[in-house]
């Protein structure tokens, strides 16, 4: 790949346009666009206008939106027309949706009334949902046609469609009767009815389904496309497997955003303004700054214990943390497991009774080094390496348990699981660790060992 | 969905068996499949023989592994054999790597010798490689085939193919010469040579290629199939877009585990042992715990400071937290960032600049607020006050920068950038908080204001 750019690269500089365009007629539309996502605008556009038409609008659905925008005031009205063309309608909303208003105008000018009206159709679904990720472009089939007339129809209609691979069979009311793959299409008899080839027990989504839902359905089942009807079944579009590629990643990264306690944002890191970045980071960073005084002040009631044994003050990054830790990495398996769909609600006690014994094993495992090594290594008291040994046990269970259950609880109230991550859960659990802690060594440090 | 189920449980109950089977007919083989796991085994070995041979096959590969190796312990021969001569390749290799040597031996024994050929070479590629997860089930055409000969050659081979969408054009010496898709040969005339209707800049992957780059190309070209070649490009297999989703959670799932500081594991949360999940869990928190020693020892360093104003300690909690909270947001953006391709190693400096100016926001208003609580709400004694605040300031912008650079860092020393997470930046941010804390609160506790 980087030869391919390599070789542009210096074709450009030497201007030789002829072998570069018909270089980049061979290179995929997404190589293409990223080639021109590194020249500079004035290099981008003269490039661009070099493209023929149909890759040109390829290559332009997978511009950067801020190339988009600045190609979009530059080229006139005569080039938009052909590249709106041949953009699929779900490539065109997603313009509209990300274009500044006069661009806006100017693409539904250029768009006919017909396709004006689809795409105001789409724009009214919420954001994230099943709706609003679909196309309009499949291929419908009427179940009377025979697999003679569903290719002839394919072929006819196949070209302009998002894909021709899953054939949807919908009656005259357009009720969605059945799916039948163009696999089927193709390896089955001329004369045979789709009718009674197709699968009716069609898989399909509604135009308001949230989009982690359908992303759900095709990592499930596996498929290339599917339905999306409305309230009584009508087919209304479809959902390519390529847009729900996006969408997973789009999610994944949201659920990172939220459990290291950020706002979430589909934003690219590198294009986000430094102030909108502070906007998502410094809500969360105050509010756990202002829950940490609950720890303060419990560390103020126990002064005189302090004053007495000073060196109780040194374990209190390391009960903290690993308590934090303990807890994290928790609450980071429930919640995973909770998104994947392999933890469910119901599986409370069986998570809770998992993480008690994990926890048991943990904390035993980590309060007998900790002990170890404070007496033998570092020659401590053995009173306060035994408190810091039972605290570090008690400490790993409660996090472990809280990091386990929270989440959970977090679902049911019909919460993102995601917020009860380390960051939150560290903060609940830093408080538990100094109480047990200070009251253990309260009464272990009565009676010297 | 949840009705169809109901509905199957209570015709189970009532041993209704006949419309049972009709109504699993017409579910699609992941719900069957799902219908059966949720059985008692004799039950569900019950339903499994009366399934058609073919669903048989589809549902099987969908079963979860203790319920395939509880049926292949149980089926004959005579009942396997069928099964096996359904399923996809990349399926009975699958099934091969999971079982039992027993139940791999009958697997084998039931498999033709080409089969049981093709299973050993795809044996061979190293786990996680794009050999290992491909199939050797894919429609290949030679180039000087015309669409007519080309669609006769798929309806003949296609019924056994993973995939029928993507076709692969190769030469006599099996050399890789390009892709086209059935839709392409579905559009086109029938005279047309494939030769020339192919595209020639084809993507594909090498057999040992990770596939975590494999699924990066899909994700980038919204591929349905890739083609994987040998070193002298001749077409070994192909992966499908299926198979890759798997791969994407999988390493996403495996990310969030190294992110929390575990080892990761593919295996189900509820399904792993108490034993694997304390292993899993246990080095990290050893590690960390025992590096937390060095900010228990720089505490130490400052006792006599601590013995004359207590009051220092109740900050503790508030600092190290927030400094990690700090560092956590900082390095989850990034090591996604690294992960999905957007943020690259020469990023680094605007990286760098970036996180400056939002950790000097941030520090800022974290440092204000602070100062102005504890000054006007709790009335502390300015000097304090300020320390805490001018720390807290420090704190952040240390650990924005260290949380920001740390994973890129691992990424260009070829480790895994998803170890500079949360709990190992907390524990570095730690001793540098404390460390800047003590020393401002040295110098302005000796002029107080």
Redesign the interface.
């Known amino acids: 790949m980087n030869e391919n750019f390599e070789k542009i690269q210096t074709l450009l500089e030497h201007k030789r346009y002829v072998p570069l365009i018909a270089n980049l007629n061979?290179?995929?539309e997404?190589d293409v666009a990223h080639v021109l996502d590194m020249q500079s605008p004035a290099q981008a556009l003269l490039l661009f206008r070099m493209l023929p038409k149909n890759l040109a609008a390829n290559v332009f659905a997978q511009l950067s939106s801020s190339k988009q925008s600045a190609f979009l005031a530059t080229i006139t009205d005569r080039e938009l027309a052909p590249i709106l063309a041949e953009l699929a309608m779900d490539d065109i909303v997603d313009l509209v949706e990300e274009m500044p208003a006069n661009a806006v105008k100017r693409i539904l000018a250029q768009t006919g009334e017909t396709e004006r009206q689809v795409i105001n159709q789409l724009l009214k679904y919420p954001e994230d949902s099943a709706g609003s990720l679909m196309t309009t472009e499949y291929v419908d089939l009427e179940k009377q046609m025979t697999v003679h007339d569903a290719?002839c129809c394919?072929?006819e209609t196949?070209?302009k469609k998002e894909t021709?691979?899953t054939c949807y069979v919908i009656d005259q009311n357009r009720f969605l009767h059945g799916v039948i793959s163009?696999?089927k299409l193709?390896?089955s008899q001329g004369d045979l009815l789709i009718e009674n080839l197709c699968e009716?027990?069609c898989?399909f989504v509604h135009t308001h389904d949230d989009q982690e839902a359908v992303a759900a359905v095709?990592?499930?089942?596996?498929?290339?496309a599917l339905p999306v009807v409305d309230t009584e079944r009508r087919l209304i579009g479809i959902i390519t497997?390529?847009d729900i590629?996006?969408v997973?990643?789009q999610e994944?990264?949201e659920d990172?955003?939220i459990?290291?306690?950020?706002q979430p944002s589909d934003e690219?890191?590198?294009e986000t303004e430094?102030?909108t970045?502070?906007k998502h980071?410094?809500g969360?960073?105050?509010l756990?700054?202002?829950s940490?005084?609950f720890?303060?002040?419990l560390?103020?009631g126990y002064?005189d214990l302090?004053?007495t044994a000073?060196?109780l003050?040194?374990?209190?990054?390391?009960l903290?943390?690993?308590g934090?830790?303990?807890g994290?990495?928790s609450?980071?398996?429930?919640?995973?497991?909770l998104a994947?769909g392999?933890?469910q609600l119901h599986?409370w006690l069986?998570?809770l009774y998992?993480e008690l014994?994990?926890a048991l094993?943990?904390g035993g495992?980590?309060g007998t080094?900790?002990l170890a090594?404070t007496y033998f290594i570092n020659g401590k008291p053995l009173a306060l390496c035994g408190s810091v040994g039972i605290t570090l046990m008690i400490t790993v269970v409660a996090a472990k348990l809280t990091g386990g259950l929270l989440p959970i609880l977090a679902k049911k109230l019909c919460l993102d699981p995601a917020i009860m991550a380390?960051?939150l859960i560290?903060?609940i659990v830093?408080t538990t660790s100094?109480f047990v802690f200070f009251n253990v060594a309260r009464v272990v440090l009565r009676w010297p060992l």
Chains 1, 2 share one sequence.
Do not use: H
């Open positions: 061979e290179m995929n997404v290719l394919i072929r196949g070209l021709v691979y163009l696999k193709v390896l009716r027990d898989i095709f990592k499930k089942y596996g498929f290339l497997v390529d590629m996006d997973m990643q994944v990264t990172f955003q459990m290291a306690a950020m690219a890191y590198l430094v102030f970045l502070v980071r410094i969360w960073l105050l756990l700054m202002v940490e005084t720890t303060g002040n560390i103020a002064e302090l004053v000073t060196a003050t040194t374990f209190i990054p390391m903290m943390d690993t934090g830790n303990s994290s990495q609450s980071t398996l429930i919640i995973r497991g994947t392999e933890i599986d069986r998570v998992k014994r994990v094993a943990v495992i980590l080094t900790s090594k380390g960051p560290t903060t830093d100094l």
